[in-house]
């Protein structure tokens, strides 16, 4: 059921100061709440080939277990956690979510088999379901339209410091511990991230930075809730400007995901490198580098998007294309220390996107299905993106395996590093759209 809604006096929305202040504390402790998350799923890459030999597995096998049981259950229990929090409580499910997911990480750490270790992300995946739509619907009722997308972005580097963390600390203490004692050491620490999220962050007054205030929430029966989804997907096909950053968004998440849980092992076939050295080369260039293209993302979204909103989407499309050439030169130059140079700008444009996009569909949102649209929008992205990437490159590694030999990740990661060239169109797509949008809804 829709929520009323009252409008606010005339002019720019004034945030009252209390929330002001709170709001940046809030930020910061919903980001590390996605730290862990991510922290949590790049750890699986990191320690990829220390499962993959313990327990004798293909590549098929380990895409499967890095990508799609984790993906199949967040995307699947997202949507209705998300119109659950259109109408509840957001901050307690975000707390609910992250002591689950960190439990689940912890008992993969206790697996003795592939089938155990399947069943422990797929708990994790359950956990994970409960935290970032709710995050995004958040952070949109404490930061304005126009200062959103580098407030998303900020939010946003949780993916960066995250898988910073991931290599940093998975790939050296596999080896010196063994990789079950990494799932315990990065999965606990989440507990106390929830027990702050509880007990320190408040719910924000939905609506509040778009000069809007909640008059009154009632509880829904399954047919609404039922109904709410139902319209969800119905807004997004509906709404260009969410449709083209949703297929843009999967699209490069697919590449994304693909790299990144695929990245120690390319390192270790292709260039000889040790656990301990990938840590230290991919954990400072994840983190740094994507953090930095994030932020400037951010940034370059909210200022050019000033005088044309058009830009809000294409400088994601500029990052891709631009990258895409870096992408490829990387792959192919067997030096490791010149393929780096391609690397490290590839990284910085990579990163663009996950903030404006993120903003693109809070800001076309309805009021009342912020938090809806943004679990739609991840259960199609985590479904194919997550599900598929590292489940594709690993298949695709699989199969050329007998062409290729040693160099069959290689290609593997090439050849589907490609699809970010189709992400960028329908992010040009996107900018036209949400233009016409934002000034029909004026």
Wanted: charged content about 15%; proline content about 3%; overall charge positive.
């Amino acid at each position: 059921m829709a929520e009323a809604v009252t409008a606010a006096p005339k002019g720019a929305v004034q945030i009252p100061d209390d929330v002001k202040r709170h709001r940046t504390y809030a930020l910061v402790i919903l980001t590390l709440a996605y730290t862990s998350s991510y922290l949590d799923r790049t750890i699986m890459g990191a320690v990829a080939e220390h499962i993959k030999e313990d327990l004798n597995l293909s590549d098929t096998q380990l895409g499967l277990l890095t990508g799609f049981a984790f993906a199949v259950f967040y995307a699947t229990l997202g949507v209705p956690l998300a119109v659950l929090s259109d109408r509840m409580n957001r901050r307690n499910i975000v707390a609910g979510a992250v002591t689950v997911w960190s439990v689940m990480t912890a008992a993969c750490g206790l697996a003795q088999n592939y089938t155990q270790l399947l069943l422990a992300r797929i708990g994790v995946g359950i956990g994970e379901a409960g935290s970032s739509p709710q995050s995004h619907s958040m952070i949109a009722d404490m930061y304005a339209e126009h200062e959103r997308s580098r407030a998303l972005a900020f939010y946003a580097l949780g993916v960066y410091v995250g898988g910073m963390l991931g290599f940093l600390i998975g790939a050296p203490l596999a080896e010196i511990w063994g990789w079950r004692s990494v799932f315990l050491v990065v999965g606990l620490p989440g507990l106390l991230i929830a027990a702050l999220i509880y007990f320190t962050v408040s719910e924000p007054v939905r609506g509040l930075a778009d000069g809007l205030a909640s008059a009154h929430r009632k509880t829904q029966t399954f047919d609404e809730a039922k109904a709410a989804m139902l319209a969800g997907f119905a807004f997004i096909w509906k709404s260009k400007a969410c449709r083209h950053v949703v297929i843009g968004l999967t699209l490069t998440s697919f590449v994304g995901y693909g790299g990144v849980m695929w990245a120690a092992p390319f390192l270790k076939r292709t260039h000889n490198i040790s656990g301990t050295e990938i840590g230290l080369i991919l954990g400072p260039i994840v983190g740094i580098l994507g953090a930095s293209g994030a932020l400037l993302g951010g940034y370059l979204a909210d200022r050019l998007g000033k005088s044309d909103k058009r830009w809000n989407a294409w400088i994601i499309a500029v990052g891709k294309l631009a990258a895409a050439p870096l992408g490829l030169a990387f792959y192919l130059t067997d030096d490791f220390n010149t393929a780096l140079i391609f690397y490290l700008p590839a990284t910085v444009l990579g990163a663009f996107y996950l903030g404006p996009s993120f903003a693109i569909v809070q800001s076309t949102a309805p009021l009342a299905m912020r938090a809806t649209l943004s679990a739609i929008m991840l259960f199609i992205l985590n479904l194919i993106a997550l599900g598929l990437g590292p489940l594709a490159v690993g298949a695709l590694s699989d199969a050329l395996k007998e062409s290729y030999q040693q160099d069959s990740l290689r290609y593997a990661l090439m050849f589907t590093s490609l699809v970010n060239v189709w992400a960028a169109i329908h992010f040009v797509l996107a900018g036209n759209a949400y233009a016409k949008e934002v000034a029909a809804k004026a």
